[in-house]
């Protein structure tokens, strides 16, 4: 699959957050007032549910925002394309799960499929789904990180953009999962920041499973 970014820059970007919009913030930190330079904008800010830290960050920086909640709907798959259709109003080249806490469907994907970023805190394809943290400790791992990766119809399988690694000590006890997973995060952030500014700045190409960064073929 080609890059579908288009040859205009900055990128328009769509973030979706479901909490404190953390890692929403490092982006809008990472962009400033030079969406030229990082290579991409951030157009709009959806959200799962209203009266979230994410949706005041986004209206504090003059960020149109909408809501899109599942018990507004008759069915999971009327949600799915309520959402598709909120998100594709702002016309996005790429969109990013920010702490998206919910899973997209059918309708959603087929808009959206290979330009969808997500981040999970564990190096897939080891430990997917909503326990990356505490399962890889469960397991005795002596490191573990997190993972920027495109979103498909399964839960954290999609094709790898990064990883960052972090390193478990022997303090990482499951009783102190929190500790961990906040050096996670601050990884996480910056490498999410990374990831999407390559992708927006030098264009992608999925080929399988394997992600190509910069302009390959072109």
Not at 38 to 47: L, M, P, Q, S
Not at 98 to 111: D, P, T, Y
Request: hydrophobic share 40%; aromatic share 4%.
């Amino acid at each position: 699959m080609a890059s579908p970014l288009s040859s205009a820059a900055p990128a328009r970007v769509v973030v979706l957050v479901s909490g404190s919009g953390t890692n929403l913030q490092a982006l809008l930190d990472a962009i400033g007032d030079d969406p030229d330079g990082y290579g991409a904008r951030i157009v709009a800010v959806g959200a799962d549910r209203d009266g979230i830290a994410g949706l005041e960050r986004a209206e504090r920086a003059g960020l149109p925002t909408f809501v899109c909640r599942v018990k507004d709907h008759a069915s999971r798959e009327e949600w799915d394309a309520a959402l598709a259709e909120a998100t594709a109003e702002h016309r996005p080249d790429l969109v990013v799960s920010a702490g998206f806490m919910k899973i997209v469907g059918k309708e959603f994907l087929a808009r959206f499929g290979g330009r969808f970023v997500n981040t999970h805190p564990a190096l897939l394809p080891s430990f997917p789904g909503a326990h990356g943290v505490r399962d890889a400790l469960a397991h005795g791992v002596k490191v573990t990180g997190c993972t920027v990766h495109f979103v498909d119809d399964g839960v954290d399988t999609g094709p790898i953009i990064a990883q960052g690694v972090v390193e478990v000590t022997e303090e990482d006890t499951p009783e102190g999962e929190a500790a961990l997973h906040e050096r996670i995060k601050e990884v996480e952030r910056k490498l999410l920041v990374e990831a999407v500014g390559r992708l927006a700045r030098d264009g992608y190409r999925i080929e399988g499973r394997k992600v190509h960064l910069g302009h390959v073929g072109e």
